[in-house]
T-cell receptor, first 113, second 112 residues
Framework: DGGITQSPKYLFRKEGQNVTLSCEQN?????MYWYRQDPGQGLRLIYY???????QKGDIAEGYSVSREKKESFPLTVTSAQKNPTAFYLC????????????FGSGTRLTVV | ELKVEQNPLFLSMQEGKNYTIYCNYS?????LYWYRQDPGKSLESLFV?????AVKQEGRLMASLDTKARLSTLHITAAVHDLSATYFC????????????FGKGTKLTVNP
């Protein structure tokens, strides 16, 4: 079955630590996206990529980094520069003109301990 | 810059009643999407509306798009408890970036 897989489902980060969230899709989608969702809030775009080896900052990119070395994979690193990283992180993918909207992964819940 | 506004943000309704959620957006677009999110879960696609006048129905939910008014509605008919969730609309920002801009979501609670 085609889909988009995020791992881990839950992640705990210590102060000052970098952590990486995985996002893999086998839908042959060109574009991939990372969103952050805080409790009771909407979705805020962190980074997106429309093609391999290229990505753009979204609205809240500070403290985050991404790579797009393969079409199927778009990992997100939450760096120690992100002072308030506790949130629900959602990865999504789409065909390049997003005509059918996004397919979302199941999400990663990150907590600072 | 495209802005997407949903209202109401919170909706509590009784089973069996009808209600409408509104999604307004600020710049021209002819693509609009509705998603459902259950607590602690990801977003599930409900409707894809790709042209002016588009209407889609699935069960007790019906979505429509008026691109001239920059308005989409999600109408709930004879609500049941299972419809309790948060509903998001999203609009294609177009202009080459092809990314969706989401509303803040409408949290729907259907009470017995």
């Amino acid at each position: 079955d085609g889909g988009i897989t995020q791992s881990p489902k839950y992640l705990f980060r210590k102060e000052g630590q970098n952590v990486t969230l995985s996002c893999e899709q086998n839908l042959n989608h060109d574009a991939m996206y990372w969103y952050r969702q805080d409790p009771g809030q909407g979705l805020r775009l962190i980074y997106y990529s429309q093609i391999v080896n290229d990505f753009q900052k979204g609205d809240i990119a500070e403290g985050y980094s991404v790579s797009r070395e393969k079409k199927e994979s778009f990992p997100l690193t939450v760096t120690s520069a992100q002072k308030n990283p506790t949130a629900f992180y959602l990865c999504a993918s789409s065909i390049n003109d997003a005509a059918y909207g996004y397919t979302f992964g199941s999400g990663t819940r990150l907590t600072v301990v | 810059e495209l802005k997407v506004e949903q209202n109401p943000l919170f909706l509590s309704m009784q089973e069996g009643k009808n209600y409408t959620i509104y999604c307004n957006y600020s710049t021209t677009s002819d693509r609009l999407y509705w998603y459902r999110q259950d607590p602690g879960k990801s977003l599930e696609s409900l409707f894809v509306l790709l042209s002016n006048g588009a209407v889609k129905q699935e069960g007790r939910l019906m979505a429509s798009l008026d691109t001239k008014a920059r308005l989409s509605t999600l109408h709930i008919t004879a609500a049941v408890h299972d419809l309790s969730a948060t509903y998001f609309c999203a609009v294609d920002s177009q202009g080459g970036s092809e990314k969706l801009v989401f509303g803040k979501g409408t949290k729907l609670t259907v009470n017995p």
